[in-house]
T-cell receptor, first 114, second 116 residues
Framework: NAGVTQTPKFRILKIGQSMTLQCTQDMNHNYMYWYRQDPGMGLKLIYYSVGAGITDKGEVPNGYNVSRSTTEDFPLRLELAAPSQTSVYFC?????????????FGSGTQLSVL | AQKITQTQPGMFVQEKEAVTLDCTYDTSDQSYGLFWYKQPSSGEMIFLIYQGSYDEQNATEGRYSLNFQKARKSANLVISASQLGDSAMYFC?????????????FGTGTRLLVSP
């Protein structure tokens, strides 16, 4: 099983450029999430989705957009990249939002904005 | 206020010894869940163990156990018989009913180094 797949693994952007981080899962999970991890810090929630067509903001949504047209895919769009968006981005999924539901994570995307 | 506090930036342990990684949390909710994830140098996040706020027994998963002290709001991870492969970052995380179960909040992590 592939689980949660993120592409690309690494990317360097110039200030002001845009890009889309791709995320797909093959576990038929309803919930999907985007987190960012800054150096030496824990993960912070950017956006999440509880099903196709439904998305909501997390703790740090500014500068990002998401869409969820299918159960499998949850792309993250960066518009007008800024150095503050240099981070490692993780996509995750879970079957439900139950208290004990663990998240399955992708392998991450290392993004540098120069 | 920090929801999850991990006060140990780094810990060292010798192979085969036990180690405790500290985690305290802040919530006024009665219904919440606590998680520990491992992040090896390769970068992926690996689920280790879960403890629910209503669980009366401490959670155990193989060599991992969670020392859950509800009154003190602590959920320390105990790794028994450490192995070299346990060297990694360890993150404590929490879900609360009141802020939405979708939102898993992470601490800043503890880097564990296991020496031979």
């Amino acid at each position: 099983n592939a689980g949660v797949t993120q592409t690309p693994k690494f990317r360097i952007l110039k200030i002001g450029q845009s890009m889309t981080l791709q995320c797909t899962q093959d576990m038929n999970h309803n919930y999907m999430y985007w987190y960012r991890q800054d150096p030496g810090m824990g993960l912070k929630l950017i956006y999440y989705s509880v099903g196709a067509g439904i998305t909501d903001k997390g703790e740090v949504p500014n500068g990002y957009n998401v869409s969820r047209s299918t159960t499998e895919d949850f792309p993250l769009r960066l518009e007008l990249a800024a150095p503050s968006q240099t981070s490692v981005y993780f996509c995750a999924s879970s079957y439900s939002g139950a208290t004990n539901e663990k998240l399955f994570f992708g392998s991450g995307t290392q993004l540098s904005v120069l | 206020a920090q929801k999850i506090t991990q006060t140990q930036p780094g810990m060292f342990v010798q192979e085969k010894e036990a180690v405790t990684l500290d985690c305290t949390y802040d919530t006024s909710d009665q219904s919440y869940g606590l998680f520990w994830y491992k992040q090896p140098s390769s970068g992926e996040m690996i689920f280790l163990i879960y403890q629910g706020s209503y669980d009366e027994q401490n959670a155990t998963e193989g060599r991992y156990s969670l020392n859950f002290q509800k009154a003190r709001k602590s959920a320390n991870l105990v790794i028994s018989a450490s192995q070299l492969g346990d060297s990694a970052m360890y993150f404590c995380a929490m879900r609360e009913r009141d802020t939405g179960f979708q939102k898993l909040v992470f601490g800043t992590g503890t880097r564990l180094l296991v020496s031979p």
